[in-house]
């Protein structure tokens, strides 16, 4: 709790974002060395392979994002949005749009 706790306050995001924060705290431990698991990561404790960092990002930071729908030549290109973690389910983030649509 300490982690997600540290994590919202450095990006001074609302307590909305609490769960999230959770949820990615957590899976950024699962990815790291710990001596319970005789310096090995529980996910590799747990899968027998090593997991990748490659993917990583921060949490928190401004990102940007190109919708999926078409545009017209005059609308941007892309979205402004801040990272929320990892889709545990599929490849890919959580994000969350700064501006809403109309």
Same mark, same amino acid.
């Given at each position: 709790?300490?982690?997600?706790?540290?994590?919202?306050?450095? /990006?001074? %995001?609302? =307590?909305?974002?609490?769960?999230?924060?959770?949820?990615?705290? +957590?899976?950024?431990?699962? #990815?790291?060395?710990?001596?319970?698991?005789?310096?090995?990561?529980?996910?590799?404790?747990?899968?027998?392979? /090593?997991? %990748?960092? =490659?993917?990583?990002?921060?949490?928190?930071?401004?990102?940007? +994002?190109?919708?999926?729908? #078409?545009?017209?030549?005059?609308?941007?290109?892309?979205?402004?949005?801040?990272?929320?973690?990892?889709?545990?389910?599929?490849?890919?983030?959580?994000?969350?749009?700064?501006?809403?649509?109309?």
């Amino acid at each position: 709790m300490e982690m997600a706790r540290s994590m919202l306050q450095e /990006k001074h %995001l609302l =307590k909305a974002f609490c769960a999230e924060a959770v949820y990615t705290a +957590v899976y950024l431990l699962n #990815k790291v060395p710990t001596k319970a698991v005789q310096n090995m990561t529980p996910t590799e404790a747990w899968s027998g392979m /090593k997991p %990748l960092a =490659k993917h990583l990002r921060v949490f928190g930071n401004i990102c940007y +994002v190109i919708p999926t729908e #078409k545009r017209h030549k005059l609308e941007e290109k892309i979205e402004k949005v801040i990272f929320l973690g990892y889709n545990t389910q599929s490849k890919g983030y959580k994000i969350y749009n700064i501006k809403p649509r109309k």
